[in-house]
């Protein structure tokens, strides 16, 4: 097979790299392409770049359903400074039968003399280049002359360029130079100074709730969506977004089996044991995957208050803690002690989670069911904060 391997700070990704990659795919007969965001990019400032997951996530969104292209997490994973040639050796290990070729657009190309290890780097793999402005053709040959002089092999697919920078982007919030998913990524979450919009119509999702949700399921959604809302007013929480996600959490409750698995297929948390035993817990993880494919929500917040509002986790966003406790609190849920953790969670959301995760974990052992690991983190990480500062007498 033959792999390009695109790297870059991806802050975000936008048009012009998608345009590389689809013009590399097709003049050189490759068979995929690996996109590969760095962990801090060796010649960048790394103060202005956002968080990694927030880019793996962008280029994730921008490349779905393009099969030729898959985001490695490999820089991010090894974390510190991404050097090209460290990243090449591991590629080199991890596919010894296919040959890699690396892609590059003309800033990068002609500063190549310069990376890290260079000499060894240019003799490594074949490197290919595209310009990014307009008549720089002459000037791209006569680099690549000089560093195949040098020993190395590379050369230049001519094309059209696309004329667009990251730093455009994040300069300019008119810059429209973005595949359409990315671009409601980011202004869902108020990323590079855009206004935060939030693109759902609540009449028409409370409806589709309505119409798709049995009844009580539907009268708890909305319980629970009053409620976020509430403990986001007491707690200094935001409001809109405690009820949307009240309102999604349990989007996927009465969905059958099977299509739950398809949501899952692929996310590797149904690689684990405990969570495949645990179908109850299905359900958030099924929806924080549904609303991003079938309702284009892509504000992580959201997204992450869905997907663990039934098993907590280590570190949880005040988000996160609003629509678990209200999942527990809201007015239908009725059982022993709901009224003190309700009164609870008015007054201390640490106190109310610890509270909540005694509870369940105490259930979950009186009925010999397993304990996925995330719940163990949230009940320690609550347990750690009662230790820490305990309550007044
Ligand atoms: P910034 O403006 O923050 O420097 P950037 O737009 O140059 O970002 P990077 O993520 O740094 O994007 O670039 C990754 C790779 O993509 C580099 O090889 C770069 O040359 C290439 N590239 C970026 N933009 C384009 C474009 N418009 N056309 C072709 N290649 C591009």
Redesign the pocket.
């Known amino acids: 097979m033959k792999i390009g391997v695109?790297?870059?700070?991806?802050?975000p990704?936008?048009?012009?790299?998608l345009?590389?990659i689809d013009r590399m795919i097709g003049r050189l007969a490759l068979d995929r392409v690996i996109l590969m965001?760095?962990a801090v990019?060796p010649h960048?400032d790394s103060g202005c770049v956002l968080p990694a997951q927030d880019r793996i996530a962008m280029c994730r969104l921008a490349v779905q359903g393009d099969e030729r292209v898959t985001v490695s997490e490999l820089e991010i994973r090894r974390g510190g400074k991404s050097y090209t040639i460290d990243t090449l050796f591991a590629l080199q290990r991890q596919y010894p039968n296919d040959d890699l070729i690396l892609?590059?657009?003309?800033?990068?190309?002609y500063t190549l003399t310069e990376w890290h290890c260079a000499e060894q780097l240019l003799r490594m793999v074949p490197i290919a280049?595209?310009?990014?402005e307009t008549d720089e053709f002459s000037r791209l040959c006569a680099q690549r002359d000089r560093l195949n002089a040098m020993g190395a092999r590379t050369e230049i697919v001519e094309a059209e360029?696309?004329?667009?920078?990251?730093?455009?982007?994040?300069q300019d919030p008119q810059c429209e130079?973005l595949p359409a998913a990315v671009e409601q990524y980011i202004v869902q979450n108020g990323l590079y100074g855009r206004t935060r919009r939030i693109p759902v119509d609540l009449d028409e999702l409370t409806g589709r709730l309505r119409a798709g949700l049995s009844r009580s399921r539907y009268t708890h959604t909305i319980n629970v969506a009053s409620t976020a809302l509430r403990l986001a007013e007491l707690h200094g929480g935001d409001g809109e977004l405690a009820y949307l996600a009240g309102l999604l959490h349990d989007i996927c409750k009465e969905m059958p089996r099977e299509r739950m698995l398809n949501l899952l297929e692929g996310s590797a948390i149904i690689k684990d044991p405990v969570f495949l035993a645990s179908e109850r817990i299905w359900h958030g993880f099924a929806a924080a995957i549904y609303i991003q494919r079938e309702l284009s929500v892509y504000n992580t917040q959201i997204i992450e208050a869905v997907r663990y509002h039934t098993t907590g986790r280590g570190e949880m966003s005040l988000l996160e803690e609003i629509v678990y406790l209200a999942d527990l609190t809201s007015a239908d849920r009725r059982y022993p002690g709901v009224e003190a953790l309700r009164a609870k969670a008015e007054r201390s959301i640490p106190d109310a989670m610890f509270e909540a995760l005694q509870f369940i974990l105490g259930d979950l052992a009186h009925s010999g069911r397993p304990v996925t690991g995330d719940t163990l983190n949230a009940y320690n990480r609550y347990a750690l904060i009662q230790a820490e500062a305990p309550r007044q007498a």
């Open positions: 695109f790297g870059g700070t991806f802050n990704i936008h048009n012009g790299h345009a590389l965001p760095a990019p960048k892609l590059v657009g003309s800033d990068m190309f280049a595209i310009a990014r360029p696309v004329v667009v920078s990251s730093t455009e982007i994040r130079a």
